[in-house]
């Protein structure tokens, strides 16, 4: 029997500037359902707004813990995409915008 692991990104080794940027890549390759835990020392709100603003819809976030010195997030691809603002019709827009 084989056990699947949730992935995990442990922030607290990664330079700050580094850190959403590398966040977002594994995110973005997440297969729809999946997810990924986010390990930090504070509590990720800007990351969580960062995610929203970018990605609408697609992603939900479970807190695992929270703090005051470690915080673990789940944070999971959606199993159905979320349709963008701008799509007009049933074909996501591609047919007249």
């Known amino acids: 029997m084989t056990t699947l692991t949730t ?3 442990d922030v607290r080794q990664i330079a700050p500037g580094e850190r959403h ?4 890549q594994h995110l ?3 297969p729809a359902g999946d997810a990924l835990q986010l390990v930090n020392d504070h ?7 960062q995610i929203d603003r970018q990605c609408p819809g ?3 976030s479970t807190y695992l813990e929270s703090g005051p010195a470690l915080w673990r997030l789940e ?3 959606s199993a159905v995409p979320a349709r963008a603002a701008s799509d007009s019709c049933c074909s996501g827009g591609a047919c007249c915008g």
């Open 7 to 9: 992935p995990c990104i």
């Open 21 to 24: 940027a590398l966040i977002f």
């Open 28 to 30: 973005m390759g997440l």
């Open 43 to 49: 509590d990720p709100l800007p990351l969580r707004a």
């Open 58 to 60: 697609q992603f939900e």
């Open 75 to 77: 944070i999971r691809k």
